[in-house]
């Protein structure tokens, strides 16, 4: 919620690197695939899903999510509103 952080990880950092390489050392990735696994092996997700696709569009939801409390006049009440978003769509991933 800092904004000289929220610079420099949202702005800086992609426009000094270029997108490319600041999507390879973004290490939210294997994060997300290892969760992911993990929810599959457990049962929690299905074994259809196809989770490493899954895992960079999960990357892509969580980098929006990040400008869209960053840019937002209250932060503090988009970030509540982006958490429940999110988890709406993580809910939808679980098995019946």
């Given at each position: 919620?800092?904004p000289?952080?929220?610079?420099?990880a949202?702005?800086d950092?992609?426009?000094?690197?270029?997108?490319?390489r600041?999507?390879?050392?973004?290490?939210t990735?294997?994060l997300?695939?290892?969760?992911?696994?993990?929810?599959?092996?457990?049962?929690d997700?299905?074994?259809?899903?196809p989770?490493?696709?899954?895992?960079?569009?999960?990357?892509?939801?969580?980098?929006?999510a990040?400008?869209?409390?960053?840019?937002?006049?209250?932060?503090?009440?988009?970030?509540?509103?982006?958490?429940?978003?999110?988890?709406?769509?993580?809910?939808g991933?679980?098995?019946?």
């Open positions: 919620m800092d000289s952080i929220q610079r420099i949202l702005i950092t992609p426009a000094v690197l270029g997108w490319e600041w999507r390879e050392l973004d290490y990735l294997d997300l695939q290892g969760a992911l696994a993990g929810l599959q092996e457990g049962g997700i299905s074994p259809d899903v989770t490493d696709e899954l895992a960079h569009l999960l990357r892509g939801v969580a980098n929006e990040s400008q869209m409390i960053a840019s937002a006049p209250d932060a503090p009440s988009e970030r509540r509103r982006v958490g429940d978003a999110v988890g709406a769509i993580l809910e991933l679980r098995t019946r």
